[in-house]
T-cell receptor
Framework: AQKITQTQPGMFVQEKEAVTLDCTYDTSDPSYGLFWYKQPSSGEMIFLIYQGSYDQQNATEGRYSLNFQKARKSANLVISASQLGDSAMYFC????????FGSGTKLNVKP | SQTIHQWPATLVQPVGSPLSLECTVEGTSNPNLYWYRQAAGRGLQLLFYSVGIGQISSEVPQNLSASRPQDRQFILSSKKLLLSDSGFYLCAYATGQGGPDTQYFGPGTRLTVL
């Protein structure tokens, strides 16, 4: 069974607008961590943001925020005020006994 | 500060040739280490992980192997490459020392098998 699902293979957003990248997960483990990574065309995987399953508040890191809805098992990434440099692949991941990555969403920011 | 290195950055190898990719981590002790492969336009596939020197867990049966001869060194090898081994290979580490077990990735090696 899929542990992490990203249903949007590709997304477009206008520069300076906000965009939400979807991620749903599947685990019965009560303790887990949720992560988002950015992969630009250079290939490196850049850690963006983390949310723990017991965290009461949504995680935020600068322009990135994680919309954590535990009952729905979703962990969407919100990027505010998109910039051209945000164009990249974005991967959602979950860690309980090991790491599981989603298939990714390709974000294109239009000028 | 912690850093992770991978080399080579790119590699073109003929089918049937051997392979050795190296990954080293600086600035931390006893990290958990991981090898992933990413096919073009796809997600990450975990190949191997290690929680200590000489301790290797294999996730996917294949013609690849991994070794950890030193605490902060992780090597991915093959005796005979296949066409299907082409891809982007990423090494990652996690400190596993309290807090989130965030994985941090190296710059990757792009392998083309011809």
């Amino acid at each position: 069974a899929q542990k992490i699902t990203q249903t949007q293979p590709g997304m477009f957003v206008q520069e300076k607008e906000a965009v939400t990248l979807d991620c749903t997960y599947d685990t019965s483990d009560p303790s887990y961590g949720l992560f988002w990574y950015k992969q630009p065309s250079s290939g490196e995987m850049i850690f963006l943001i983390y949310q723990g399953s017991y965290d009461q508040q949504n995680a935020t890191e600068g322009r990135y925020s994680l919309n954590f809805q535990k009952a729905r098992k979703s962990a969407n990434l919100v990027i505010s005020a998109s910039q051209l440099g945000d164009s990249a692949m974005y991967f959602c991941a979950i860690h309980f006994n090991k790491f599981y990555f989603g298939s990714g969403t390709k974000l294109n920011v239009k000028p | 500060s912690q850093t992770i290195h991978q080399w080579p950055a790119t590699l073109v190898q003929p089918v049937g040739s051997p392979l050795s990719l190296e990954c080293t981590v600086e600035g931390t002790s006893n990290p958990n280490l991981y090898w992933y492969r990413q096919a073009a336009g796809r997600g990450l596939q975990l190949l191997f992980y290690s929680v200590g020197i000489g301790q290797i867990s294999s996730e996917v049966p294949q013609n690849l192997s991994a070794s950890r001869p030193q605490d902060r060194q992780f090597i991915l090898s093959s005796k005979k490459l296949l066409l299907s081994d082409s891809g982007f290979y990423l090494c990652a580490y996690a400190t596993g020392q309290g807090g989130p077990d965030t994985q941090y990735f190296g710059p990757g090696t792009r392998l083309t098998v011809l």
